[in-house]
């Protein structure tokens, strides 16, 4: 029978409130475990302004906190650390007590808020030539650096990266600045035509090359290199094209001219061909397109057209509710290989989506399958 | 704003006082967690004062603790999932100690530079969930019966 002497905190000012328990999900608790064994421990870091919830991030995954409250109280309590014993009993110190311990659970990066941020900072056709008196330049005046939105934006530094590129940022002189999608459009052309008029590999590139072409018509060496960086990968000089998001992006070039105005699903693939040119012909395909189109069928000509409209899923609201409300407001009803493209970006994996769908939406099924409904037809 | 989580061996666990193995197996060699139901209360400075004592049965893997004339019964709880203990830095303007308002949704906007440290991650805990029991001394005991008496004689 050991016997043991509980006592309270002789440090009471010190240690009150200086104690949290985080619960780890498996994941987590690996990286942390190793990081106990060894001297550089994992990049863990919670992110947040003060009115925001606060997020955990790891180097590329974000977690949100909760906080649970426990009827219970738990105490922590650790060894004496002070050398005098108490008789014979050895001291348990309280060092702590608890009503709440902070869940974790898997989220999406925040990163919407870039967008907001970035309003401002668009780089153009014509902002080649400025580069070195950007700052004085008060009306495209960059207005965020990186290092301003890895601190205020709750993402973790791979996610952002990956936000970064996936929002088509460039990062000039430290600065963060969105470069116009036209323009994106016409340099990813330029790349494409001249890959194959200096007949280079799109396996292994030279970047030099390219660089120096593009150069002729007026695009910036580092917002060149920046560009192939996004559409494939550089190293040791060689671009590795990543042709599919390449013709892609040329492919919502295109299309986004058709926001209100439908384009006949025909010609916009014989548009697209003919921009990528005859060696990426092949990889185009609609399917690049998911979650930025919406599908329409004009009846009236004979036969009947089908036509796309440009929707992109970006544009729409993050939040559950309103993103359903939208998406409602554009069409009564869907089907599910319809409705699931526009909603990939707001859920981490289908289990999610699924269940979004059956929070949101009612389902009917008739002779053409199954159909998305509104759940609620009177929104307030 | 960007709190770090400080999760390596380096001055987290630099003490080298730990908990002897009959206690270590109710959470690590470093910290234990007691859960009570209820909450701990004490009246006017408890300043390492004592609150009881815990005992373990070796055999039984048992904890019991008596607190004044009450005895808690405790068992081993493996935790569903591990929990990481963390423990705030000390920091520069800890003086003012007084945050304990603040929620871990809320960091204390005065300390840019509070961070946290993983002290070490803990998957039992020690659970009292019954009611505490009344306990006698013999001299209690003894008191008790005599008073007890004592109203019966009258």
Known sequence: ?380 | MIIPIHASNVGASTSQHTFPPQLAQFGSEEVILIELQGSLEAEGDKQGQTVGKLRIDDATKKSTLRIGHHLLEGKLVNLPKPLAVLHRRPSDTAADGDTSMNDADEPDSKRPHAGWDVVVIVRRKMVFSKRPMPMMDRVATMVSMESKMGEGGK
């Open chain 1, 1 to 380: 029978m050991a016997e043991f002497s509980l006592q309270f905190s002789s440090t009471p000012l010190a240690d009150t409130s200086a104690f949290r328990l985080l619960e780890l999900p498996p994941e987590l608790c690996k990286i942390v475990e190793e990081g106990l064994n060894s001297p550089a421990g994992p990049s863990l870091v919670i992110k947040g302004n003060p009115d925001e919830d606060a997020v955990l991030c790891t180097a590329d995954k974000t977690y949100t906190i909760r906080s649970v409250v426990l009827s219970n109280s738990v105490l922590v309590a650790t060894p004496d650390s002070s050398t005098k014993s108490q008789g014979d009993a050895d001291a348990v110190v309280i060092r702590d007590q608890l009503k709440e311990i902070l869940e974790l659970a898997p989220s999406l990066p925040r990163l919407r808020r870039l967008d907001a941020l970035l309003k401002d900072a668009e780089y153009n056709e014509g902002h080649e030539d400025e580069d070195g008196r950007m700052s004085e330049d008060e009306d495209s005046a960059p207005v965020l650096t990186y290092a301003e939105a890895r601190e205020t934006l709750q993402a973790s530094d791979i996610e952002l990266d990956r936000g970064l590129r996936d929002r088509r940022v460039l990062i000039l002189g430290g600065y963060l600045r969105r470069l116009a999608p036209s323009y994106l459009t016409t340099i990813l052309e330029l790349l494409l035509t001249n890959l194959v008029s200096l007949s280079l590999s799109h396996e292994a590139a030279s970047v030099a090359e390219l660089c120096s072409a593009l150069d002729g018509h007026d695009v910036s060496r580092d917002v060149c290199r920046q560009v192939m960086a996004w559409f494939g990968e550089v190293a040791d000089g060689k671009w590795k094209v990543n042709v599919a998001a390449a013709v892609k992006e040329v492919g919502l070039g295109i299309l986004r001219a058709y926001k209100d105005d439908p384009i006949a699903q025909s010609e916009l693939l014989a548009k697209w061909c003919s921009t990528v040119g005859d060696t990426f012909e092949s990889t185009v395909s609609l399917d690049l397109l998911a979650g930025n189109y919406l599908v329409q069928t004009d009846t009236l000509k004979d036969p009947p057209v089908t036509a796309l409209a440009y929707f992109p899923s970006s544009q729409l609201p993050v939040d559950p509710a309103a993103r359903f409300t939208d998406l409602f407001l554009t069409r009564p009803r869907w089907k599910a290989d319809e409705i699931v493209p526009f909603l990939a970006d707001i859920v981490v994996d289908s289990k999610e989506r699924d269940k979004l769908l059956l929070k949101y939406t009612r389902t009917i099924t008739n002779t053409e399958g199954i159909w998305y409904t509104a759940r609620a037809k009177y929104n307030g």
